[in-house]
């Protein structure tokens, strides 16, 4: 994924995360502002979210291979969708990299959601099985297999393992977002309803911040952590 974005808060609309803001992700998918790789993000978008029913644990998803611009049937259904955890995401594809709903962000292994902004050369990742060939389905599956409580740590070792890879992951879990920025670009907004994580603010407020390279970002509905990631460049 080449941008995405993270919500935990206040139930609020997708529509109103994704669809409504100046610079959003549907601007985003065709006119990002500080995107370093890559032009725009026409290979497909996610969208995922905790909606309390029947099992508040379990996330929904929508995800598709279309650009997110024309896509007029998630239009139609945003402003209905409401969700106090959403991850989201739009995808400029790899080269070599299948472009497939499968390959799209958010991926899942039931209780998380998990998008990938970069890239990292697969030969470094553990066999695992994931739902696509895609560098970020295989990351995710290696993520979850290690568990995101070890998520700083994994992210520290792959990067260290190939020193090209661009590790931005945001995950969350209804309860928790988790971020990291791994030579990609992270933003946080805490707006008095909640908090944004997002690769590039979606408007022009002030309040936006810039989380430095190589960290984790830890939100809960009490506080923001950021911890520094071992860094084998030390940048
Ligand atoms: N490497 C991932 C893919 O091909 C993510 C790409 C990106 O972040 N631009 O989908």
Redesign the pocket.
């Known amino acids: ?2 941008r995405h974005l993270g919500w935990l808060g206040a139930d609020v609309t997708v529509s109103s995360l994704v669809l409504e803001p100046r610079y959003g992700l549907r601007v985003q998918s065709y006119a990002p502002r500080r995107q370093k ?2 032009l725009m993000n026409a290979d497909g978008w996610g969208v995922g979210f905790f909606d309390g029913a029947p099992d508040p644990a379990v996330p929904r998803r929508w995800r598709s291979a279309a650009p997110l611009w024309g896509d007029v049937s998630f239009e139609s259904v945003a402003p209905a969708l409401r969700s106090h955890c959403v991850v989201a995401a739009v ?4 080269v070599g ?1 299948p472009i497939e709903a499968s ?1 799209t962000a958010p991926f899942t292994d039931g209780r998380w959601l998990l998008s ?4 990292v050369d697969r030969a470094v990742l553990p066999p695992t099985p994931a739902e696509s060939a ?3 389905a295989l990351l995710a599956a290696t993520i979850f297999a290690r568990g995101l409580d070890a998520l700083g740590e994994t992210i520290a070792e792959i990067g260290a393992a190939d020193p090209a890879a661009r590790l931005n992951v945001l995950a969350a879990d209804g309860s928790r977002l988790l971020a990291t920025t791994w030579n990609e670009t992270l933003s946080i907004l805490r707006r008095d309803d909640g908090v944004v994580l997002a690769s590039e603010p979606y408007d022009d407020d002030g309040a936006w911040e810039d989380v430095p390279d190589h960290h984790l970002v830890e939100v809960t509905s009490e506080r923001v952590t950021f911890t520094a990631l071992d860094n084998p460049k030390g940048s």
């Open positions: 994924m080449c790789n890559g995808r400029s594809a790899t990299m390959a990938h902004n970069g890239v895609c560098d970020s």
